[in-house]
């Protein structure tokens, strides 16, 4: 099956710094991924939809500047959080599609002191 | 606009027992519908879509257009099935994303 790969798994930062998330599929090319937040005993909500070479289209009520979307390759897309709070801690998680189904990276948790 | 919704959010069976997760949808175009389970400390992967017409570790999922429901059944549940299960729906059409339901916790009881 695909495989989606993200680094770091978990990070701990300081309020105010920036943090980078980065989500690769290792066996397939996607021109799309998908960016995800989950809270603690909720769902997955989907965050932006990163696009290969073009701009990320981001969901309502997601601030753009805040979560920074790169997809610089059709391996490679990364998410920064800008001047991080503690409210921005979280499990971000990435997926990319492989033939018709979505497949997911490990996620990571982000803790921001 | 595009939702998914799991009315349960736990779901207690003893083992052998029948277990069914609903999941309805509301989509205005031909959506694919999919299950994903989450395994303790493991990662979202997929169980199985309609599109596949599948069964997987034993279960399946009728997409039913008329009740928009896709209700993941298995007709004897096992220990090992415990987990949290997510209905999900993606666009056939434009950024092809996917929604997720609120997530339904299975607990298969020995």
């Known amino acids: 099956g695909a495989v989606v790969s993200q680094h770091p798994s978990w990070v701990i930062c300081k309020s105010g710094t920036s943090v980078k998330i980065e989500c690769r599929s290792l066996?397939?090319?996607?021109?799309?991924m998908f960016w995800y937040r989950q809270f603690p005993k909720q769902s997955l909500m989907l965050m932006a939809t990163?696009?290969?070479?073009?701009?990320?289209?981001?969901e309502q009520g997601v601030e753009k500047d805040k979560f920074l979307i790169n997809h610089a390759s059709l391996t490679l897309s990364t998410l920064t959080v800008t001047s991080a709070h503690p409210e921005d801690s979280s499990f971000y998680i990435c997926?990319?599609?492989?033939?018709?189904?979505?497949?997911f990276g490990q996620g990571t948790r982000l803790t921001v002191v | 606009a595009q939702r998914v919704t799991q009315p349960e959010k736990l779901l207690s069976v003893f083992k052998g027992a029948p277990v069914e997760l609903k999941c309805n949808y509301s989509?205005?175009?031909?959506?694919?519908l999919f299950w994903y389970v989450q395994y303790s400390r493991q990662r979202l992967q997929l169980l199985l879509r309609?599109?596949s017409r599948e069964s997987i570790k034993g279960f399946t999922a009728d997409l039913n257009k008329g009740e928009t429901s896709f209700h993941l059944k298995k007709p004897f549940a096992q220990e090992e099935d415990s987990a949290m299960y997510y209905c999900?729906?993606?666009?056939?059409?434009?950024?092809?994303?996917?929604?997720f339901g609120a997530g339904t916790r299975l607990f298969v009881k020995a």
């Open positions: 997926s990319a599609r492989n033939r018709g189904s979505a497949f």
């Open positions: 066996d397939f090319q996607a021109t799309t």
């Open positions: 990163s696009n290969e070479g073009s701009k990320a289209t981001y």
């Open positions: 989509y205005s175009g031909s959506p694919e």
């Open positions: 309609h599109i």
């Open positions: 999900a729906l993606s666009e056939n059409t434009g950024g092809f994303k996917t929604i």
